[in-house]
Structure formats: structure tokens, C-alpha cells
């Protein structure tokens, strides 16, 4: 059972427009979301996080909203570059209790189009 | 600052052998995370340290597999006898208590042939 999905396999942008990435949990025990972002060979890097006490955390280019009460949050790239083609992982932890592993979802590939 | 050092960065091996993975987490940080990557499951939790004593290996596949961390600076991930289906990308992360941040090594690619 996946605590934390990513139900978009892939997802195809043009340049310069907003990349939307997705993502559900169903562990309400979870209070610290994180994306990940994936070159091929290499291994995931830190992108934002988000607290489960905000809704919005804006680092440059990167956005991530939190909807408890939905339990889904998303990642917004604006304006999506070349670069910014990679898979990215959306991850969950409770930092609370005893409950501290960080559990990822499947991923989505992202590629943006010229 | 060195982060994340895994080794070896590709293994291939036959059915039936032993194989060792290893993982040197960033220092000062109090957890260690053994993932798996394959393109059906994407990224699963094998097993995760605090404070070097394992906390929840729940995720390991079966007993074929093992992991183990004899102290802060260095973690074994074991896979005896190892077959085909383990073929994957085996990460190691390292995290501190006060961030909910993984730092990951580059992955060991195994291939069990």
C-alpha cells in the first residue's frame, strides 16, 4: 500500500511555461514533505521542503503547496528551463512520534520541451 | 565537505554470490536510509539506522538480505545469495535529527546476472 503517490508517470512542458508536479499522502502522521530532483546516474538532490504547519514555500523558481486537508501538495517550476528535465520524487516524514523514515513516492519524469 | 560515499559504484555478479554494498554517511548525522531503485517500485525504504541500531527494516525484501552499521561512520548492506530480480540501484542517504533533509550517495548499480 503507497503511503505517498505520484500518479503522473511523466510529464511534458514547454520552456518558459509552469511546470505542475503532483502529489498525494495518506498518512496523516506525516509533517514534513520534501521533492527530490533526479539525474539520470546520479543520486536524488534536495529541492524544497515544506512544513506541515504552512501551505506555501517559495525557494526562486521552485513553489510547493500543501493541502492537509486534501493531503496533497504540488511543486511549481515557473518558467521551466532545459534544465529542469529530470525525474522528480515527492517524499514524506513524521519528524513527531517514532514514525521518522521518509517514505518517496514513484516519481515523475519531467521534460521540457524546447 | 565530503557528502554521501558509497561503494562500489557498479557490481556485476552471478546468481547465487554474495554481494556487499557500502555506505559512509555524512559525519554528525544521526541517520542512515538504505533505498532500492527499479523502475517499477521507484524508490523503496529497505531499512533505516538512528544512532546506529537499526530502527525499521521492514522493508527488506526477504532474508537474503541484511544491513548493518558497527559504528557512526560506516553501513554494510549484504545480499546472500543474491539472484536476478535484486538487480537495482541501491542508495544510501544520511540525515541529521534536526531537518527532515536526505543527503544521498551516487547509488551502487547491481546487476545480478
Known amino acids: 500500500d503507497q503511503q505517498v503517490k505520484q500518479n503522473s508517470p511523466s510529464l511534458s512542458v514547454q520552456e518558459g511555461r509552469i511546470s505542475i508536479l503532483n502529489c498525494d499522502y495518506t498518512n496523516s502522521m506525516f509533517d514534513y514533505f520534501l521533492w527530490y530532483k533526479k539525474y539520470p546516474a546520479e543520486g536524488p538532490t534536495f529541492l524544497i521542503s515544506i512544513s506541515s504547519i504552512k501551505d506555501k514555500n517559495e525557494d526562486g523558481r521552485f513553489t510547493v503547496f500543501l493541502n492537509k486537508s486534501a493531503k496533497h501538495l504540488s511543486l511549481h517550476i515557473v518558467p521551466s528551463q532545459p534544465g529542469d528535465s529530470a525525474v522528480y520524487f515527492c517524499?514524506?516524514?513524521?519528524?513527531?512520534?517514532?514514525?521518522?523514515?521518509?517514505?518517496f513516492g514513484k516519481g515523475t519524469r519531467l521534460h521540457i520541451l524546447p | 565537505d565530503a557528502g554521501v560515499i558509497q561503494s562500489p559504484r557498479h557490481e556485476v555478479t552471478e546468481m547465487g554470490q554474495e554481494v556487499t554494498l557500502r555506505c559512509k554517511p555524512i559525519?554528525?548525522?544521526?541517520?542512515l536510509f538504505w533505498y532500492r531503485q527499479t523502475m517499477m517500485r521507484g524508490l523503496e525504504l529497505l531499512i533505516y539506522f538512528n544512532n546506529n541500531v537499526p530502527i525499521d527494516d521492514s522493508g527488506m525484501p526477504e532474508d537474503r538480505f541484511s544491513a548493518k552499521m558497527p559504528n557512526a561512520s560506516f553501513s554494510t548492506l549484504k545480499i546472500q545469495p543474491s539472484e536476478p530480480r535484486d538487480s537495482a540501484v541501491y542508495f544510501c542517504a544520511s540525515s541529521p535529527r534536526s531537518t527532515g533533509e536526505l543527503f544521498f550517495g551516487e547509488g551502487s548499480r547491481l546487476t545480478v546476472l
Open positions: 517524499a514524506a516524514r513524521g519528524l513527531r512520534g517514532r514514525d521518522d523514515k521518509i517514505i
Open positions: 559525519s554528525g548525522h544521526d541517520y
